[in-house]
């Protein structure tokens, strides 16, 4: 049986994830909560508004109000990598040799590992980034499009256009696709071999959350009373297929997903607070946690997929052991 070790914390969880073997959980008031033998906490802003897990540095990066950009380390040093002043710091993306992404109004920048930093400015704000899983290239997903660079080579940037706010972005894990959510309630896609479309729609809410199973055959994305999984198999992705639909149900929406690092199966979390575990292959069902106070936001698996750290807008926070 599936056991919750509950943190009940105070605010909304505005990412829950494993930096190593330890969970951790970053609040929207700025203060960074995490389970090493005890619980610890610091705070690395006023006011936090994005925060991700860097793997490859084993380390939680997050922005905030405070214009800063910031690394914290599994033993709770924090490191300020950037600093902008009274603008806030809106989005992170963690990329290759140690680059990190972050943006803040019209503008993106790339920190380089050597600490260095390069700006690359927009017509309209920047909603979301993203690196490629192949080589040092990132995307910006902004008003009508994405904006496609390369930020360590000097030359244009592509640019995808689809009209409409483009509000979140992902590669693929072969690097062959990217997608992004929609101020609308859609998806949209371009094949990077020739600038194709994919329009994946019919949600009834916005899309706010997206997780590509192991071996990236499948996206999977909230948005609805069930977990909405896209089929990537073909060279073409998800045009002319219907989705898998996992863990419906009537009376609550699904607010985070979250593919197990190597099997097909995907935890779900709902507004209610509840999270099950769904199989790909059979649509089998876990309850890994009941209802709680308040919607899941953010989901995270640790390396083994034995553990995931959740956390809810109400500060309901916790680490499901699906091992016990």
């Known amino acids: 049986m599936p056991t919750v070790a509950p943190l009940d914390l105070e605010g909304h969880c505005v990412t829950a994830a494993f930096i190593g073997d330890v969970p951790f959980f970053a609040l929207a008031d700025g203060v960074v909560h995490w389970l090493d033998h005890s619980q610890k906490t610091a705070k690395p802003h ?7 897990a860097d793997p490859a540095k084993s380390r939680l990066l997050t922005g905030g109000e405070d214009g800063k950009l910031a690394a914290i380390g599994v033993d709770g040093t924090i490191e300020t990598l950037a600093e902008l002043g009274r603008k806030w710091v809106t989005s992170i ?140 198999q073909s060279k073409d992705g998800p045009m002319g297929k219907a989705p898998l639909e996992l863990g419906t149900r009537g009376n609550a929406m699904v607010t985070v997903v979250a593919c197990h690092p190597a099997e097909d199966v995907v935890a779900i979390g709902y507004q209610d607070g509840m999270v099950l575990a769904v199989r790909f292959a059979d649509a089998r069902e876990v309850l890994l946690r009941r209802p709680g106070k308040g919607a899941i936001s953010s989901m995270m698996w640790d390396a083994e997929g034995r553990r995931i750290a959740f956390g809810s807008e109400a500060g309901d926070c916790g680490v499901i052991d699906i091992s016990a």
């Open 46 to 52: 006023d006011g936090l508004l994005t925060a991700i």
């Open 93 to 232: 993306a963690a990329g290759p040799q140690g680059a990190v992404a972050f943006a803040s109004g019209r503008n993106a920048y790339v920190r380089f590992a050597d600490g260095k930093v390069k700006e690359f400015q927009h017509p309209r704000s920047v909603e979301g980034l993203a690196f490629s899983p192949k080589g040092m290239r990132f995307g910006v997903a902004r008003y009508n499009g994405v904006t496609l660079h390369f930020p360590a080579a000097e030359g244009k940037p592509v640019e995808l256009e689809w009209a409409g706010a483009h509000t979140a972005i992902t590669f693929s894990p072969d690097a062959n696709f990217v997608v992004t959510a929609m101020q609308e309630n859609a998806l949209h896609g371009w094949k990077l071999a020739d600038g194709k479309h994919m329009r994946m729609s019919g949600y009834p809410a916005k899309v706010k959350s997206l997780s590509w199973s192991a071996k990236g055959r499948w996206l999977a994305s909230s948005g609805a009373p069930a977990a909405i999984l896209w089929p990537f």
